[in-house]
């Protein structure tokens, strides 16, 4: 099948669940064929995770989306993403917000991510290697906060990192399995919803899991 027909037909289904069309809208505008390794070229549009190297997956766009709708960007918001990875999530980020900061534990995939968003105009986002600290607090408060990676609970400094309305997503469960989770900071309250069930990478940190 052809790229633009796979194309069309993921663009398709992706309208019957995600009800927030700038996020669609931002998804389409966005070549992921470009994030995907050469030999997946065929299979990026199919709404499953691929294997971008260094043991590590681009997320499926179904994921991707909901977890975008999830924080509701307006496209003043300054964003923090946990995992760069491809950086497919991280363009998505760039077309609706106004400034992104996004960190990657492994070099080779921060450099190709920040070559590729550089290559494709992307202006607004900043890619850092990952510290020991979670996040990268300098850039804080941040009005959203995506983390790519699963983890055992939502770890405290990256609440630290949220503003006080800020909204956060994040995977959390086994090393295996986990349910994605949106916490909404409320001034001093914190209030939690679960999205599903999904499968992410371990979110490797000190605050998180062993490497
Ligand atoms: N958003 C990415 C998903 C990449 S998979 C995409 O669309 O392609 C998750 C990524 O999180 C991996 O690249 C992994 O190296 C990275 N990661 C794991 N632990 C991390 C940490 N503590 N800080 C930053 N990145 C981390």
Redesign the pocket.
Known sequence: MSLQISRERLFESLRHEILDKRVLSAMERIPREL?VPPESYNLAYEDIPLS?G?G????QPFI?ALMTQALELQGNEKVL??????????AILAELSRWVVS????PE?ADSAKRLLDRLGYRNVEIHL?RET?GWPEGAPYDAIIV??GAPRVPDVLLEQLSTKGKMVIPVGSRWEQELIKVTKKEKRVVIENLGGCR??????KD?WED
Request: charged fraction near 10%; aromatic fraction near 12%; glycine fraction near 8%.
């Open positions: 994030f971008i260094y590590q997956t681009i997320s991707v993403e946990i995992g760069t990875g491809s950086g497919y999530q991280t960190v990657e534990r492994i995939l990952a979670l790519t990676a992410f990478v371990p979110l490797i940190s998180a």
